[in-house]
């Protein structure tokens, strides 16, 4: 009987839970992609004007849109638009943007690079930072430096971006004199003098997603805590720190982790404002000045790129969860 | 700001230099003489660069390409920076025949592209044909239409057109028909002309690298050996640049700014021009048909508040014609209309509409726009006209508001001569007649004056041009701007040039740099 049971359990739990759960999410994250790419197709086609009226400007008579129109392919029908769109994206072609002719693949790759650069170093930096603060603020919770991290978080989480840029700019460039300013990236650039470029953007992503991060784990530590068997942790005499780093932690590291790659994110594709003010070639900035002359070839791999790197990162944040937590491999 | 530490740097500096040269009691005001210096690597911080541009000149639309093209390309005729007349380019001389409507001509000699190829005239056609194709989508393709046909003998050129224009030549100097070999044919994004500089790199949106074309035609330009063009969209950004040293120049100074930079180790470029803000009224769409109610709004309207709140008094008042006085041949005798509520509101009974007037507006399509509408509603307002302001998104503005709402607001750029402001803002063909215009006295005087040789009577014809639209015409313009840039006193030689922006967007070949 018993060992009825025991096999009954072995051949309904799957061998290799871990790598099932990848392909079964990385079956979900084409079909997700596939999804938003109708979203993205439909949403760039709702824009108001298009490539011909918006690339003419002021100069555009009905003729040349017409003529530039055709030329594009833009009087054929929203469906074969989008199939021949799909086509082009399984040969793994995004085709040429329709503003500067050259292919979108490349141009895209380069500024993506870019941008890993820039989200890459700015977690590098914040990431640590926040999570040893939060670990710090729940071990003197409500005392006196809880209280300055939570304030200082604070007010970090309510200035905007661009302002902590303008901030630093002030201090570093003007006062201090530190800094590389524009931070523009070249080819060929060396390794050190790329670093002194990143140093004004990186710092001021890492100041805005900081708090964020650090807010998340205080407040998701702080929630374990709470929970009887820390306090049977803390009734037997370990060391605080220790509770927190062993038995508090990894219990604790999955909704943290989440808003980590959340900003993450949002750091790779979402850094507009700061490459606008920093001159930084990122990949924000290329897709808003595509999204303004209407350049939909570039629109539509920004928009997939950027799901993607959304999907991905999602799905590596539960991988990670899976591996620090046994019991969410199996799901019920 | 950098004041302290500037002056201290300069200070060890100039001593630096005293004690190099032996001549340590040399005043530096004698160092800052007219005579061009030399070398150096020059950095400019300008704006208007997105990651769209290409170096094909049909495309160029922005301030960015202007000061990029410029550099490396050459144009057929040039103009003059204070008169704004034609001077010669690629074309050494040229004449014209037949009442102006054929004008040849003459190749300069010994001219070679930046790929060692020798300049022909087949280039200049070729180069014409191709703006001239719909196919290639140039900017300027409005500009010749009146071109018939573009031939080539030796090294003649000549250009025959439907009608006659006395100004034509004017329309060669136009930035986007940059000479290119083969007319740009073969790859129009070759960045090859005949300019003063060499592309070595360009990244859209990014920067641009160039250096100086050793085989230049023209000595006369180019001073520094090598220049950088580094995108900066941001006007807080090109004011730090500029201000931490990190660029010797920087373009689209906004006017609330100025005031703090003026008292740095900087200079400020206030240079009067042709550009103008509008109030379009759709001529032929109620109630805006009825002049009286045209002329009450423009009575309504405060310039002066305008200039001085939104412009920060760095433009001139405008008097609802789009020329003022950078224009040759400006009728400079018509008397400037003032705001008077009294006048206002009696044109505004005499119309016999009484309900509330709305304007369309968006911030992006000049810096202040709701400003200046809202200090527009409160000035009316005591002329007892409400106006409504509708805010409308930046994005898409030029496509679905303008040129769709009987009222809203918009901007002009320079253009080269009074003819050509005049037929593409008034035209009855143009499709940028932002207030369907259609007044068969004016479009016949503009065609008399495009074709009339005697200087004095042009004159007379573009006053009356002036008057009609001014009285009768949808136009309310309320002031010109005048274009703001800066630099380090490092910088010398900028020419404030009545053409354009950015001295006509020949900055780069005309400055130089002190040590």
Not at chain 2, 167 to 176: A, E, G, Q, R, T
């Given at each position: 009987m018993k060992s009825l049971i025991a096999r009954g359990v072995r051949s309904t739990a799957p061998r290799h839970p871990l790598a099932r759960a990848i392909i079964h999410r990385l079956l979900l994250a084409v079909i997700l992609l596939w999804g938003v790419s109708l979203l993205i197709f439909a949403a760039v086609n709702a824009l108001p004007g298009d490539f011909a009226a918006a690339s003419l400007g002021r100069a555009a008579t009905p003729e040349a849109i017409a003529s530039i129109r055709q030329s594009l392919g833009l009087d054929k029908p929203l469906v074969t638009r989008y199939l021949l769109w799909m086509l082009q994206i399984f040969k793994g072609d995004f085709g040429l943007s329709w503003a500067s002719q050259q292919p979108v693949s490349a141009q895209l790759g380069h500024r993506l690079l870019n941008s890993l650069w820039l989200a890459g170093a700015a977690a590098l930096l914040a990431i640590p930072v926040a999570l040893l603060g939060g670990l710090f603020a729940v071990r003197y919770l409500h005392r006196l430096p809880d209280r300055v991290i939570t304030l200082v978080s604070l007010i970090i989480l309510s200035l905007p971006e661009f302002l902590i840029g303008y901030l630093l700019i002030q201090v570093l460039v003007l006062h201090v004199g530190v800094s590389t300013f524009p931070s523009t990236i070249y080819d060929g650039m060396s390794l050190p003098d790329r670093l002194s470029a990143l140093l004004l953007p990186v710092l001021t992503l890492a100041i805005a997603v900081l708090a964020n991060m650090l807010r998340s784990a205080r407040s998701a530590l702080m929630s374990v805590t709470s929970t009887p068997w820390m306090e049977t942790a803390r009734l037997k005499g370990l060391p605080p720190l220790r509770i927190l780093w062993r038995h508090a932690a990894p219990n604790a590291i999955s909704p943290v982790l989440t808003v980590i790659a959340m900003n993450l994110a949002g750091l790779i594709v979402g850094a507009m404002i700061i490459e606008v003010i920093f001159v930084y070639p990122g990949v924000g900035q290329y897709m808003v000045d595509a999204v303004t002359v209407r350049d939909i070839p570039v629109v539509q791999a920004c928009g997939l790129v950027f799901a993607a790197v959304y999907i991905l990162l999602n799905l590596l944040v539960d991988m990670l969860a899976m591996a620090a937590n046994p019991r969410l491999r199996f799901p019920r | 700001m950098p004041n302290s530490w500037n002056r201290r740097d300069f200070l060890k500096l100039s001593l630096a230099a005293g004690a190099a040269s032996g001549l340590s009691f040399t005043p530096p005001a004698a160092a800052a003489d007219n005579t061009p210096k030399k070398g150096g690597h020059l950095k400019l911080g300008i704006d208007g660069a997105a990651t769209t541009d290409v170096l094909d000149p049909a495309s160029w639309i922005s301030s960015y390409m202007m000061v990029v093209g410029c550099a490396w390309g050459d144009t057929l005729v040039r103009t003059d920076p204070v008169s704004g007349k034609a001077i010669p380019g690629l074309a050494e001389s040229w004449e014209s025949a037949d009442k102006s409507s054929r004008w040849i001509f003459t190749l300069r000699k010994g001219v070679q592209f930046h790929n060692g190829q020798a300049l022909t005239a087949e280039d200049v056609v070729k180069t014409l044909s191709r703006h001239r194709d719909p196919k290639f989508r140039s900017g300027v393709i409005a500009y010749l239409s009146s071109i018939s046909t573009v031939t080539s003998d030796g090294d003649k050129i000549t250009i025959t057109l439907n009608e006659s224009n006395v100004?034509?030549?004017?329309?060669?100097?136009?930035?986007?028909l940059q000479i290119q070999p083969g007319g740009g044919y073969e790859n129009p994004n070759a960045g090859i002309g005949t300019g003063p500089y060499r592309i070595v790199k360009f990244e859209a949106g990014v920067y641009t690298q160039l250096e100086k074309n050793?085989?230049?035609?023209?000595?006369?330009?180019?001073?520094?050996?090598s220049a950088e063009v580094i995108a900066i969209n941001d006007a807080s950004s090109r004011v730090a640049a500029l201000s931490t040293g990190k660029v010797h120049f920087i373009s689209g100074l906004s006017p609330k700014i100025v005031a703090l930079l003026k008292s740095g180790p900087v200079t400020i470029y206030n240079t009067p021009g042709r550009g103008h803000y509008t109030l379009p009224m759709m001529v032929n769409t109620p109630p805006f048909d009825n002049n009286d109610l045209r002329l009450a709004l423009k009575l309504a309207i405060d310039r002066q508040q305008i200039l001085d709140r939104v412009l920060g008094g760095y433009g001139s008042l405008g008097n609802d014609f789009p020329v003022n006085s950078a224009y040759p041949l400006f009728p400079a005798d018509i008397p400037q209309r003032q705001y008077d509520a009294d006048q206002a509101a009696f044109h505004f009974k005499k119309s016999g509409y009484s309900g509330p007037i709305v304007l369309d507006v968006a911030e992006g399509v000049f810096p202040g726009a709701v400003d200046a509408a809202t200090l527009f509603q409160l000035s009316a307002q005591k002329a007892g006209i409400k106006i409504d302001i509708r805010r409308q998104p930046d994005d898409g503005y030029w496509n679905n508001v303008w040129r769709n709402k009987p009222f809203c607001v918009s901007s002009w750029g320079t253009r080269l001569t009074q003819d050509l402001i005049y037929s593409l803002e008034l035209g009855p063909s143009s499709a940028s007649n932002e207030t369907n215009f259609a007044n068969p006295q004016f479009a016949s005087l503009l065609k008399l004056a495009r074709a009339e040789e005697d200087e004095a009577k042009r004159r007379t014809l573009y006053h009356d041009i002036a008057l009609i639209v001014r009285d009768e015409g949808g136009t309310l313009l309320p002031v010109f701007n005048n274009y703001l840039n800066a630099s380090s006193n490092k910088l010398q030689g900028y020419i404030e040039d009545v053409g354009n922006d950015l001295s006509n967007g020949h900055v780069i070949s005309r400055v130089w740099l002190n040590n």
């Open positions: - | 100004d034509f030549p004017l329309v060669l100097s136009l930035w986007n050793p085989h230049d035609w023209d000595s006369s330009r180019g001073n520094v050996a």
